[in-house]
Every structure is written in C-alpha cells, then in structure tokens.
C-alpha cells in the first residue's frame, strides 16, 4: 500500500472540533441492508481500526444502524477513543422487525436513541448529532422541525449532547433550526450528480457550518458514468477517487464520510486526499450534472 496522507485535504470545524476532510461512514458495517449483523464481523472490525490507523478522526453513525450493531462495532473496534476521534451519530428514525427505516420523533423516543448511541457507543457525552428528519425518508420534504429540535437542544442543555446537526433538510429547515440552537454540519444526499444542495452548500460556507454529503460515492448503486470513468482514467485514478476529490475541491466546508466494508476500498478512497483535478477535469465532470 502507497503512504497514505488523509491531512493533504485539509481540515474543518464541526462544533469545538477540528477534523480532518476525509472521515469515514460506518453504515456499510452493518449486515445487507444496513440490518442485522455483518457476514463478517472481524473484516468490520479490521475497517474501522484501518481507517483510524490511517488518520480518520470523523466518523459518521448511528444507533438505527444494525440497529445497534454499528455502534457496538465501533466501540468494540476503537474504545476506549482517541483524544482527536469525533464520532457523529443521528437520531430521528427507528427500525421495524422488517428493516424498514420509521420516524421516531417525540421527546421520548429522541432521548431513549440519544441514551442508545451513549450506551453502544461507550460514551457520557455524544460529540454531534444529527436529527435526520423523516417526513419522507427518501429526501428533505417541508414542515416544521421545532418540536424535534426542541426536544434535542433540552437533550444539548443537560450535556448528552456537545454539538447539534440537522439531516435530510430544506434550507427553509435549516433556517428554522438556526433560530432553535446552534447548527454546525447538515447530511444531506450530494454527490457528482445529485446536485440539488448546490446553493445550500454555498450559503453553509459563507457561515462556516459544515457540509457533509451522504452518499458520496451513489450510496447503494455506486456512481458510474462515462466522463468519470474517462477523467480517472486520464489521472491514473480511480472513478470514486475522482467523485471524492471533485467534493474536495467543491467547497471548503464539504467534509467526506465515504462508506465502504473494505479495508481495500477504504485505502483507495483515503488516497483521494492527495487527488488534485485540474480545470479540464473539472469541466468534463461538470457536465455530468447536466446529462444527470
Ligand atoms: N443522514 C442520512 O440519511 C444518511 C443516509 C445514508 C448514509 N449516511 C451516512 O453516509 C455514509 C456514506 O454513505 P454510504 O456508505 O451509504 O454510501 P457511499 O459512501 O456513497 O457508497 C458506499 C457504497 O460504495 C461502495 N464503495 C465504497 N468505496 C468504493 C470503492 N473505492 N470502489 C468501489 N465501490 C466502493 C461500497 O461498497 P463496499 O462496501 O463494497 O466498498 C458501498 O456499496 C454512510 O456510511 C452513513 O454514515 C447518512
């Protein structure tokens, strides 16, 4: 394996932390279809102890992961926890006995997910978290966040929770929830062709509040494209190591949490921290957005 320096990327504020851009998404660490346990348990282990030893100090979860089965993965994995490691997790959502994805979003169901993540993390105090709104589960869809929010920021107020975020959000939400209590990073689905979020990025930027894309690489149905696969194959890269170094150079406040069940995949995704796309590349792959 080449020397790996996830530091070339740079770093960015998320609440009184300062993390590296490439972090990691532990979602694929559960069994398929992010239910139940993995086929193989120590490969899942092997991830996430490869990802800190490469330098990752952000890692993105939840307890509906699994459910359960992520955190303990990761606690059993990494606890007890380096200094620098920022574990983001999010609540809002819980399992049914068929893997669905629900909404759970009244005070109580928000503080037994928050006493949750605290339990199978191995933690007093959650670093951020995300409310992952539910009103649909596929995207952000209007309506108010007070009540949820409310709810979180008491959770903030009796120190369960340093740092607060906002999940599958319009910017009108996004707004409301500024009015609430501190927002510092909003998750929203991002990448090379799911562009809906340009303008919120921006406006993010300008306030110094984190980005953090999920789905950067296409999520379930990795990204595939022919003017992606040609820029890669003009830089000696690879297809996702481009996806990821275009979100690098999108916007500073953009901060990476690629998810992968593979050390190999994980490595190669790391190596995109040191990827620089010149402006022909960024052309080419500009023009994805607008062949969708
Ligand atoms: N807030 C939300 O609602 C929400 C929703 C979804 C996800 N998330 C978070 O965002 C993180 C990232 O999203 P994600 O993991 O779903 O999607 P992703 O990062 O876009 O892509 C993951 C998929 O790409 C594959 N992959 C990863 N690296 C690869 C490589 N180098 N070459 C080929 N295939 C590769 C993975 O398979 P392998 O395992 O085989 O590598 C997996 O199928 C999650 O881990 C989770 O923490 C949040």
Redesign the pocket.
């Known amino acids: 394996m080449t020397t790996l320096n996830i530091a070339a990327a740079g770093t960015f504020p998320l609440g009184d932390r300062t993390v590296k851009r490439l972090g990691y ?4 660490l559960a069994g398929k279809g992010v239910f139940g346990p993995p086929k193989d348990p120590e490969a899942a282990l092997a991830v996430l102890r490869a990802a800190v030893d490469a330098g990752v100090d952000h890692i ?2 939840s307890d509906f992961y699994g459910p359960h089965i992520t955190n303990q993965l990761i606690r059993q994995a990494l606890h007890p926890y380096g200094q620098d490691l920022t574990l983001v997790t ?1 609540i809002g959502a819980v399992r049914g006995a068929d893997a669905s994805w629900n909404p759970a979003f009244s005070a109580e169901e928000l503080t037994r997910a928050v006493h949750d993540n605290l339990r199978n993390l191995g933690l007093d105090v959650l670093d951020v978290v ?1 409310l ?1 709104i539910m009103f649909d589960v596929h995207g952000p869809a209007e309506g108010s966040i007070e009540a949820p929010l409310a709810a979180l920021a008491e959770l903030q107020h009796r120190g369960l929770v340093r740092h607060v975020g906002l ?2 959000v319009t910017r009108t939400q996004v707004a409301e929830g500024r009015a609430i209590t501190p927002i510092v990073c909003v ?1 929203n689905q991002y ?1 090379l062709v799911h562009r809906g979020d340009d303008a919120l990025i921006d406006e993010l930027a300008a306030e110094g509040i984190a980005y953090v894309p ?7 149905t ?1 990204l595939q494209s022919t003017a992606l696969s040609e820029v890669a194959g003009q830089l000696a890269a ?1 297809p ?1 190591q481009v996806a990821l170094a275009w979100l690098l150079q999108r916007s500073p406040n953009i901060l990476l ?6 050390v190999a ?1 994980l490595h ?2 790391l190596a995109a921290a040191t990827l620089s796309l010149p402006p022909a590349a960024l052309a080419a792959l500009e023009r994805i957005k607008t062949e969708g």
């Open positions: 998404g532990a979602m694929q993105d979860t999010k995300n992952r999940s599958n998750q990448n999920f789905f950067p690489l296409g999520g379930f990795p690879t996702m949490i690629p998810g992968t069940s593979s995949h190669e995704n």
